[in-house]
């Protein structure tokens, strides 16, 4: 089981997504792939603040169109079962140095949580954690993410 992060997600919304994460995708089984409401907020947030009307409202409307349908019972809450799982992540950047974007320790959080893999194009501070993640652009191809 795999939770995207917002790198990957991010990637594959461009006009052009880098073709190792789209194989990547694809050789996953749909039922496989989960992401975290906190990924849905980030990525809302990031349309919300482009500046040109037109393609804010339009990033804005695909995000609420395409991602929902495609993760239907699969997209993971920040709730009360994470805190413990966030508080010990950021603690032990914090107390290594570990630089750690918030948003990675949230879904940290939620993949510790749910014994999940985490996907990212940025698996650095995911590995110095101890948080199992694989990265699209280094992956061996093998069909499914194996950890």
């Known amino acids: ?27 996953q089984p749909l039922e496989t792939l989960y992401i975290s409401a906190t990924t849905m907020a980030e990525l809302q947030l990031g349309m919300a603040l482009i500046e040109d009307k ?3 409202n339009k990033g804005l409307k695909d995000l609420e169109q395409r991602l929902p349908p495609l993760f239907i019972g ?8 994470c805190i413990g799982a966030f508080r010990a992540l950021v603690a ?3 107390q290594h140095g570990t630089p750690l974007r918030e ?4 879904v940290a959080a939620v993949a510790v ?12 501070s995911f590995k110095a954690l101890g948080v199992k993640s694989v990265s699209p652009l280094m992956a061996v ?4 993410a194996k950890s």
Request: hydrophobic share 45%.
């Open 54 to 56: 037109d393609r804010r």
């Open 103 to 106: 948003g990675d320790a949230f």
């Open 1 to 27: 089981m795999i939770l995207l992060d917002i790198s990957i997600i991010s990637e594959l919304l461009r006009d052009t997504p880098a073709a190792r994460v789209v194989e990547w995708i694809d050789d």
């Open 141 to 144: 191809k093998t069909g499914t």
């Open 92 to 94: 032990k950047a914090v």
């Open 113 to 124: 949580t749910h014994g999940l893999v985490v996907a990212s194009l940025h698996i650095d």
């Open 74 to 81: 699969r997209i993971l809450p920040f709730d009360q079962s």
